[in-house]
């Protein structure tokens, strides 16, 4: 392996990243802070043959717990600003979208409002074409800046093989900025529906404890006859069920709490057991919105296990 990069560190604690709080150590972690940086790091993790991880708020992710053979990457610095620029807001890969939506109603623009809701980064909700509430990312992005091993590209969201809750990014392509095309509107106005989606979101969701983003997509099986997933799981039986040390919340069915010492297996064991009572019980087959850092032994998530 080629000399490691100063700055970089060894056997870094993953767990701290995410916000379910599971998971072991990740070989090498950085945090670029710069354009530069960020395609330094990836040339060396391309010539050294090692993975690639990018971690942003860490709300819907699962780190193995025997942790991440590969170098994880924080975007700061410069790869975490926003800017406004007239009606547009570029952000830096590593900006937290909530704040993208609160300085975007702050400046009078429209059209990030979706954003205040989902906690994870501008490059995080690219790579997975984060859509909430109404919104749609694709409709508001106006470009975004990739770094790759070979350098830089600015590509347009029709390039982006956006579906649901996916891009076509791959591993070693991480989004640098990303530029916002909003439109003018009173800023009082676009405060107080940000401030109705977070009392919303307070009510409905549980907080305070360490836990991840909803655990399964919203089925669109006509046996679901439209209910989302945390009511199919609600009527299943999960609500507060525990397997090892992880739970369904109390408060949202469609989201696991750590309450203590919970470990990635015990999470995945505890969706797999919520997806088997659904389907048992509705026909239904839950599909996983989580993502895996490292080795995670999901296969009891997939398919009819």
């Known amino acids: 392996m080629s000399q490691v990069p100063a700055g970089v560190e060894r056997d870094y604690p993953l767990a701290g990243l995410t916000t379910v709080r ?9 945090r670029p802070d710069s354009l530069e940086r960020l395609v330094e790091l990836l040339t060396w993790a391309d010539e050294a043959n090692i993975a690639v991880g990018v971690v ?8 193995a717990d025997a942790g991440f053979r590969g170098l ?3 975007l700061d610095g410069a790869l975490a600003t926003i800017e406004q620029d007239g009606q547009r807001l570029v952000c830096g890969g590593g900006a937290r979208l909530p704040k993208a939506a609160a300085e975007a109603a702050r400046a009078g623009l429209s059209g990030l409002e979706f954003g205040v809701n989902i906690p994870g980064t501008v490059g995080g909700a690219v790579k997975m074409n984060a859509n909430a509430y109404g919104g749609d990312l694709s409709r508001v992005l106006e470009w975004v800046e990739i770094a790759t091993p070979e350098g830089t590209s600015r590509r347009a969201p029709g390039e982006l093989g956006f579906s649901y809750r996916r891009s076509n990014l791959g591993p070693r392509e991480v989004v640098a900025r990303a530029s916002f095309a909003l439109a003018e509107a009173d800023p009082d106005t676009v ?14 969701q549980p907080s305070g404890i360490k836990t991840f983003g909803s655990t399964f997509k919203n089925p669109e099986d006509p046996r679901a006859e439209g209910r989302s997933a945390g009511i199919l799981l ?3 039986g999960c609500r507060g069920l525990t397997v090892g040390g992880a739970r369904f919340s109390e408060k949202h069915a469609n989201f696991v709490e750590n309450p203590g010492h919970a470990t990635t297996a015990d999470v995945i064991a505890l969706m797999a057991e919520g997806k088997r ?5 509705f026909g239904v087959e839950l599909e996983a919105e989580v993502q895996f850092l490292g080795e995670v032994d999901a296969s009891a998530l997939w398919g009819e296990a």
């Open 22 to 30: 599971t998971g072991g150590p990740g070989d090498f972690y950085a």
């Open 56 to 63: 942003g708020s860490g709300s819907n992710l699962l780190v």
């Open 72 to 74: 994880v990457m924080k």
């Open 191 to 204: 405060k107080a529906t940000l401030a109705g989606m977070r009392a919303a979101r307070r009510a409905a």
């Open 234 to 236: 609600d009527e299943a």
């Open 277 to 281: 009572r659904v389907r048992e019980r």
